[in-house]
């Protein structure tokens, strides 16, 4: 082996092959060796020693406003977050203005991520009736996650929430494709049980029912179709056993905040909490918790989804409903982890191996020679206090002020490079499109 570039040394590596204190060798953004090197062999040494090292957090749903609502989030600002938070890449969503459903709208989201976010990070295109035709050779361009589809309305206007529209899209594309999934139909109909002024009221009209029934046609869509889904952010304990039901199609995500809140948290944190789909009662979320355990749950994605203080100041439910959520991801749950919830291999499987393995990402998700020096550094034993004042998102908020973890990221390496250590952002963003096997660059 040539003189690597970096080694970090004497931290304790969680991987595929097990939890040790080993070193890691990197050249020219690569992983190159793991073992034990003596001081002085790599140019620039970084000691890791009482530090858990994990493969680079990849966090697969976000939502970073840019373009068309940059006074909230913007590219730079949400990259920020993400690796002052721990996180090394993210999939951006599609509900932009314009919406990211044609081929110059992805390439502009392209352009002005390259060097300019300090992650890196792909972006999903939104799959509409327009665009269906399109949608074969759009999942393949450059910088594409795939294709996103909402099936019950939400930010935006992305909308296909019909049997058909949904099977047409499913039949038009060969990669996974990931889904809001609650019933249009159903929201509709129940519009009518929102309380004015009461955010509380949010899961009551976007009921348990209501996100049941949509999984339950989703599945049924796909499995006519032969294709492979990814279903994002699940609330209820009525999906998860048809999910678990059709793991050879469907893949799982949940967030930290339908595994960390309830139902009666929104009389602390008022529209601050308001989401789709809704966090919900606290037999959900033991529910949600059961299913993780039982290997149910491919990914925890954080749905990060940043509005300014004075939009959700707005009665109930003129609020817009989302939260920011990719900086405090991993800190929320390595706290989950220390309380014995999950254990820290788990949750390497859901934010590292398993958007790796089920999204396709080339080089990404693993410690392993050839891979990408993506790293998430973490002392295990610090214990902060999460406040609003650390959040890097522009709307400056988080609904886990005041909330104190134990576990906490420490350094974020992207490519071999520092993007953030104790605390400070590197001053150069150098974040760039991943590449997937099924659409290589």
Known sequence: ???????????????????????????????????????????????????????????????LREPGAEHKEDLETGGRAAVAGGVTAVFEMPNTKPLTVTEEALADKVRRATNRMHCDFAFYVGGTRENTHELARLEKLPGAAGVKVFMGSSTGDLLVEDDAGVAAILNAISRRAAFHS????????????????????????????????????????ARAAKKRIHVLHISTAEEMPLLAANKDIATVEVTPHHLSMCADDYARLGTKLQMNPPVRSAEHRAAIWRALSDGVVDVLGSDHAPHTLEEKAKPYPLSPSGMTGVQTLVPVMLDHVNKGALTLERFVDLTSHGPGRIFGIARKGRIAEGYDADFTIVDMKRRETIRDAWIESRCGWTPYDGVTVTGWPVGTYVRGKSAMWMGGVAATPEGQPMSFHENPI
């Open 182 to 221: 609650e019933d249009e139909p159903r929201l509709r109909a129940r519009e009518s049980l929102r309380v004015p002024g009461d955010p509380s009221s949010h899961p009551v009209w976007r009921d348990a029912e209501a996100a049941r029934l949509c999984t339950e046609r989703l599945l049924r869509i």
């Open 1 to 63: 082996m040539q003189r690597p570039d970096l080694v970090l040394k004497g931290g304790t590596v969680v991987n595929h092959d097990g939890v040790g204190v080993r070193d890691i060798a990197v050249q020219n953004g690569r992983i190159v060796g793991i073992g034990h090197y003596e001081k002085g062999f790599a140019a620039e040494t970084l000691d890791c020693k009482g530090l858990h090292v994990l493969p680079g957090v990849i966090d697969s749903q976000v939502h």
